[in-house]
């Protein structure tokens, strides 16, 4: 008797997963951050399901899974590493995984923690002036991003990255091909998608000949100047975008200002803020 059930079409993927061979396994960890990039995933819906499907998702807290300890194939590290536990665990993450991504600003260079770098006692003013029992709260004296504790074999950045920057990334090293990261500058994409030039036509101070590309031009598609969260461009002219900005009309502390926020601890932006600083 003929059926009518009909036979769906095995894809080449499908054949390829379906393979006797272990399923890659991979560990999303948190160190010192607000757990935004780890929405990275979350938000990426459909796709993170299919991932699901496809390897094993041995710990991941805010999603579910736990095995802080578990060697796995490809670790996703949030955070900076800004207290003497992190200090530690990031060794073991390390020894743990093939392959070590660091994911946003706060893991890339230190993140809006890293602020308390500049401060002459560390975190010790700080703490001591938002908590009631500071001697609770252990703190290094610097946040610091991952890489200067472990090797890392890839950073994305941005504050947040991006479901595309994270599932590139993935795609690539599983496939173990080396991961490509577009190196351009925030203009050049900016240009790509024809915004209107907000340095240019508005006279904002726009961070965006120095910043890294990846955001999409996403504050100049709405008018506004960027602020450098997916920080400092590979060779980036940070001398000359301070002189434009004075040429705007900031004064030297706010020039030296605009390059220190998110991603004060990577060394441009630092060089940068330091020349601009009004002698005490
Ligand atoms: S980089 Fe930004 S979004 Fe990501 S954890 Fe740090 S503060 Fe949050
Ligand atoms: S335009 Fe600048 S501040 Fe805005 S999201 Fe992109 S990198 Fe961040």
């Known amino acids: 008797m003929a059926t009518t059930e009909r036979v769906l079409p095995i894809s080449a993927l499908d054949r390829f997963n379906a393979r006797a061979q272990p399923r890659p396994r991979i560990a999303v960890h948190k160190f010192s951050s607000c757990d935004g990039c780890q929405l990275a995933f ?15 998702l041995v710990h991941f807290a805010e999603a579910g899974p736990v095995d802080p300890e578990a060697p796995v194939d ?37 993140g809006l923690q890293a602020l308390r770098n500049f401060n002459a006692d560390g975190a010790v ?20 991003p991952v890489a200067e504790h472990v090797k ?23 496939f173990g091909v080396a991961p490509v990261v577009d190196k351009d500058k925030l203009c050049v994409e900016c240009k790509r998608q024809q915004h209107v030039c907000v340095l240019v ?40 975008l301070a002189c434009r900005f004075e040429g705007l009309g900031l004064v030297p502390e706010a020039v030296a200002r605009r390059f220190h926020f998110i991603n004060s601890h990577a060394p441009s932006f630092r060089a940068e803020w330091l020349k601009w600083q009004e002698p005490e």
Request: aromatic share 8%.
């Open 42 to 56: 979350l938000n990426a819906g459909e796709a993170l399901l299919q991932l699901a499907q496809r390897v094993d």
């Open 201 to 240: 036509a508005k006279g904002e101070p726009c961070m965006g000949p120095v910043t890294h590309t990846g955001c999409g031009a996403l504050c100049p598609a709405f008018g506004r100047d960027c602020y450098a969260c997916f920080g400092p461009a590979e060779n980036p002219n940070t001398a000359a």
């Open 125 to 144: 003013g700080w703490t001591e002036a938002i908590y009631a029992q500071p001697e609770f709260i252990q703190s290094l004296g610097s946040a610091t």
């Open 74 to 110: 490809l670790a996703f590290v949030e955070g900076s590493i800004s207290t003497p536990e992190e200090a530690e665990r990031i060794r073991r993450v390390r020894a743990n995984s093939r392959y070590l991504v660091s994911i946003g600003a706060c893991a890339t260079s230190g």
């Open 152 to 174: 890392v074999d890839l950073e994305l950045w941005g504050c947040p990255v991006n479901a595309r920057q994270v599932f590139q990334a993935l795609r690539q090293l599983l």
